[in-house]
Each structure stands twice: as C-alpha cells, then as structure tokens.
C-alpha cells in the first residue's frame, strides 16, 4: 500500500490527539503517523514479530531544516532521530516488538525487503513501512511517499 502525504498538512492529522510531544515531530513521523492512521491502524493485517523501518535519506532532510532554520535547541533536534520516528508510529499500534531502522543509501528499500523475507522464511510476520529521502513537488504542495507492505512466512 502506498499514499502520498503532504508533511504541510500536520496540524490537521488525527494522531495529534494521541501522541504526546506531536508538534515537535519532524515530517517524516508525521507522515509514518499519518499513514498508519489512514490504513486504519494496519488492522486487516496480522500483528507483526518485526516492524522494519526503511528510509534511505534517514532524517536528512529534517536535520537540514534544523540548521538552517537556525534552531540551537536539542530538545528540537532529537524529535528528528529515528528511534522518536519509529516510537510514535509504535506508540499509535500499540506494538511491543522487535523494530529495525535500516538505512543502506539507494538500496535500502530492497535491503529491508530482503531482510523481511530472510525473517519471514524464518517464520515471522513482518511489517515494513518505508518512504524516500526526497519530497515529491506537486500543486498541492510537496509530497512524502509512505509505503507498507506485511510479509508473512507463507509467501
């Protein structure tokens, strides 16, 4: 399953109720939190033993917005590390497991699928939610893909 966001429209998205700290979140949590929210809390599919999180840019792009915009604080900064990322999206699914945050550059969407099927094979279920480091441009703003795909030992 794949949805693109918009990272602008945070201050409307549902989680923000939920999650203690929303505003300080960097884009890409927003848009993990937004997606899961969307797909109903992956509830059709059966919970995960591993959720893999697969972002080749990491937090690039909002430890960039960080220095430019000339933020000092690390209060700030630390809401763009990837264990806040995965921990809000944890958080929304109640999940209580193994989590992976896999960074390989250009290959890293294809390094998490194979390592979800390495894990699958091995009998667990897997989730992997995976997005781009660049924002797509469009008239509606720019855009994050956000991907999801569960990978079950039967496939």
């Given at each position: 399953?794949?949805?693109?966001?918009?990272?602008?429209?945070?201050?409307?998205?549902?989680?923000?109720?939920?999650?203690e700290?929303?505003?300080?979140?960097?884009?890409?949590?927003?848009?993990?939190?937004?997606?899961?929210?969307?797909?109903?809390?992956?509830?059709?599919?059966?919970?995960?033993?591993?959720?893999i999180?697969?972002?080749?840019?990491?937090?690039?792009?909002?430890?960039?917005?960080?220095?430019?915009?000339?933020?000092?604080?690390?209060?700030?900064?630390?809401?763009?590390?990837?264990?806040?990322?995965?921990?809000?999206?944890?958080?929304?699914?109640?999940?209580?497991?193994?989590?992976?945050?896999?960074?390989?550059?250009?290959?890293?969407?294809?390094?998490?699928l194979?390592?979800?099927?390495?894990?699958?094979?091995?009998?667990?279920?897997?989730?992997?939610?995976?997005?781009?480091?660049?924002?797509?441009?469009?008239?509606?703003?720019?855009?994050?893909?956000?991907?999801?795909?569960?990978?079950?030992?039967?496939?």
């Open positions: 399953m794949t949805l693109l966001l918009n990272p602008n429209l945070k201050a409307d998205q549902t989680s923000s109720k939920t999650i700290r929303w505003h300080q979140l960097d884009e890409i949590s927003y848009c993990f939190c937004e997606a899961v929210s969307q797909w109903n809390y992956c509830s059709e599919f059966p919970r995960p033993e591993t959720i999180f697969s972002t080749p840019g990491a937090s690039n792009l909002s430890d960039l917005e960080f220095v430019e915009t000339g933020a000092l604080s690390p209060a700030k900064f630390v809401y763009t590390l990837p264990n806040i990322c995965a921990s809000v999206v944890l958080q929304l699914l109640a999940f209580k497991g193994q989590v992976l945050f896999l960074h390989q550059g250009s290959t890293t969407e294809e390094f998490s194979s390592e979800g099927r390495a894990r699958a094979k091995a009998g667990q279920i897997v989730w992997i939610f995976s997005s781009p480091p660049l924002l797509i441009n469009s008239t509606e703003g720019p855009l994050r893909r956000v991907s999801f795909e569960c990978i079950r030992p039967d496939q």
